[in-house]
């Protein structure tokens, strides 16, 4: 492939919420739904979208289900907007085979998790090589997907330095919530890498230490608030960011590390989005927190649309 | 289904060894050494295997990979000796289709693993659920698959207790190595739930405490020891027991905890067994850890046989 | 000093109960009840006692009340039963003045536990050198204790088996419950280091691998069923000790994991001895827990004396 | 004590070094060094010091040896300049004494570590006890010390906002790291609780979040570019703020988390102050890692003064 500067290639400066993946009611895919979302979202001041990601339940869904997912995603995603898909498996050949065929559906960009199970052979050297072979055949960038709260592997600044300089690695999704290691990374890589926040939680933090923006589930419930604190910051009202900020990050919590996915789709259906069902084993969020969740989306002002 | 007495059900006394799912050099399946490589250990005192394990690279396989080793397995397991399948999955519904078909195939029993990607949502309620859903579903008996260095996941022993009152829920095989948790659970159980121990590190500690045998890649390249271990403490002989115990560990840590599958079948290369290359990311022991490995096996008189 | 063989020099087979540090009720300490204590458990047969271990507050305590706790016991203690000092702190300094101050007191040996604050300083050559020193300088054999549970440390077998070499350096409490950890120890050291359960939970499972005994808070209310384990274990009767073992485990869990030192102190008051308060920030449990503590005992049986 | 408004009280705005304690070469305390280096520092814009701090090897010190370092350093200490004292003990009963005595020789503040020997029990009932106890009996105002990395206890936002009710609780340095708690804190306590980043390796997102400062080793070593992100990002100058926190992260590294205290009191020797030796067990680095370290300075323009 054509390696040409990683700013040249794709701008990952902005807001991309990773969609949730909508089940009927009996567990089925809901492409409908995820229709309607996207059409919905498309209204927001949004660079893209993670569709397969981990609040779209990647790790419940069939490999057709996954291309099902991805086509409906990109008919209803305009042209001048990213999908980024998720297509990280447990097997180096697996992820490049499902890497090409998102690409083929017309994905811009691959988020590829760090392998997990066998976590003591995870060594750096592992890590480095599972990446740059899957950066070697995708026809489209790659993005490293950070996740430790459900992979249990944490990659240090100096594995990511090490990716970065592959020119088809262009950013990385970190949604481990160390701002120093973000900042080791910057420090590390230099401006031709792209950092994106991998939460809601420390979006400020993270872009004063050079984040280009975040993948993060509350920028599907609360997109203008989101895209008010990168334009604060940007104009260095450091007051009014941290102001909304620290509002947010109950908000935050409640849809992302408290209560999970579950939250987020009720959250969604609260909102007037379609939510619905997660697949098992998770389970729905019971009525009592259902009712909390309400009272602090309400309190922060999170409305419907 | 028709539950009947645990016991009379299906007896996990005794050793199952974790095989290995063995590869070409281009990765991939290479059915016939499968073959092979349980006719030879066929020759040995063993209750059974268990196939799709974590020494079976499970996570790396597809789901259409995974019924061809089962049936390959099936056809060379003779019908007096089980065949356990590793058929847990990420979602509730893939884990309970890929049971029937694995019971389908001939399987006596399923090991299913903890669902493990949404850490913080897996509650004991959660997991709880899901085991007894897919119980309810299986047509053959479940084996709860306790394995935290690989999912992040440590079940505890009243989750247990919890799991082990549905009928069709008769053993666990833990490869946690706390074995204060097995005395706990034995004694949240009663005789009537199998407990295996999950390692060959630890499988004299596991039986002073009620465990039945052990699932343990030690079985398959020193099944003759692990046997010993077994009649010696039948037999109350403490001594010769601990004695072949202390022996085994650097031999089990060896192809386990420190240098892993890679190892297991670097091992079964070496003992003439067909170990193979491993599946990316996955890499194979370098030259100088090999040399470390066979003199580990030769120290500890491990056999060619 | 004069480095004698380790067998001849001290002898750890058997039990030694961690001693509590009993306080009146505004906290200062009350030696009368320590007297009266180790009066009562002077009946068991018991091989001698730990003062200062982590069931006797060692870190609540100044110095001065530490060279006023030794000297009681001491003086309670018949001397054909060992008293063994908890005597490590943070500095090496501090901790060989204390070891020496142990000696002239007449401890028979001295505990040292890992220094653990500088965690990520702490690395097995820091810690070796702290051992080596302290056995160098110290007047009695040095046993080292290992804590992971409250100290972050978890010694490697590699480590203890450095450690080990040592003349001085005699053997090891070992609380961390990782008992392939413990048949490592055992492995490399050989029959010359003597390993000591740090726990009742586990007991049995160390004499499966060689351990001699154990330091366990358990032993302090049930000391006759502790020996019966022994006793089974030595005969080789593999299913009475598993059963008395099994029992024990929800008795141990409740003086030690579960509630810790103030349930321990709450068991010997209704045991018929003098248990007492713990001191800030420590909390005595509530009212619900000690009926619940109570349940415990009499279900299983651990009655007053 | 008259419990006044807690800004009225004391401004934690800006910066204070953790000052270590200096040893002569035979581990004794070096005061007139400890004199000199506080009168070297007394030339920058700090707001004040930490006494006996982690970097200040408190967990090392005899109560007399606290005492003497705290009597030099206020003697050594503008009046203008606060003196927060490290007080904290394992014992409330021990931190409330040491705490009296600290504000008796004219500390300011006393800064109190979480209590962590005994984990399991430190419940957040617990820990709120002890640090309102704690406050209650203190003649000076109390800073919690939150430090993950060595007491193995992370304190909660909740937890920390309980706390933060009292009025003689002013602030906290919180050395975890986790940005996203600070801005749990921060929405949850409001405007009237002081946050302090507790290392230079997050200062400008905890900045980002609402924090007042930071009491960081790198003030130590760089007061002057710490004080430069502070006045960059007062000003809504978030490029260069950005620039200087990322340049720095590599020299932080290298005297906390990476090589820790050692190093810290290398980097000092290096700078014409006096670090000199540690104490047992803690070793200093070695004559290769010195290299690197004063590598590491020069390329980050850290320099004599």
């Not at 700013?7 to 807001?15: A, F, K, N, T």
């Amino acid at each position: 492939m054509n390696h040409k500067n990683k700013d040249d290639y794709i701008s990952l400066r902005g807001l991309f919420p990773p969609v949730p993946t909508p089940f009927a009611g009996n567990e089925k895919l809901a492409l409908t739904h995820l229709k309607n979302n996207l059409t919905h979202l498309n209204n927001f001041d949004l660079q893209g979208y993670v569709i397969l990601g981990s609040n779209g339940e990647f790790v419940m869904l069939t490999e057709k289900e996954k291309i099902e997912v991805l086509n409906t995603a990109r008919a209803a995603i305009p042209s001048d907007k990213l999908m980024i898909a998720g297509t990280g498996c447990q097997s180096t050949q697996e992820t490049v085979r499902l890497t090409k065929l998102a690409a083929g559906i017309g994905a811009n960009a691959a988020l590829i998790i760090t392998p997990s199970y066998y976590k003591r052979q995870m060594s750096s050297d592992v890590l480095i090589n599972h990446y740059l072979e899957v950066a070697k055949e995708s026809p489209i960038p790659i993005i490293i997907y950070n996740m430790p709260a459900c992979t249990g592997i944490d990659l240090t600044a100096e594995t990511v330095a090490t990716m970065a300089k592959n020119p088809n690695i262009i950013g990385i999704k970190d949604s481990g919530g160390n701002i120093t290691k973000m900042a080791e990374i910057m420090r590390a890589t230099g401006s031709n890498f792209q950092i994106l926040a991998g939460s809601g939680g420390f979006l400020l933090p993270a872009l004063s230490v050079g984040a280009r923006g975040g993948v993060m589930a509350l920028a599907i419930i609360a997109p203008d608030q989101c895209q008010q604190i990168l334009e604060y910051f940007q104009k260095g009202d450091h007051q009014k960011a941290q102001n909304l900020q620290v509002k947010l990050v109950p908000v935050n919590a409640a849809v992302t590390s408290r209560w999970g996915v579950p939250a987020l789709k009720a959250a969604m259906d609260y909102l007037g989005m379609y939510g619905g069902p997660v697949r098992l084993p998770l389970a729905p969020i019971s009525e009592e927190i259902k009712q909390q969740l309400y009272a602090i989306l309400e309190e922060n002002e999170i409305k419907k649309v």
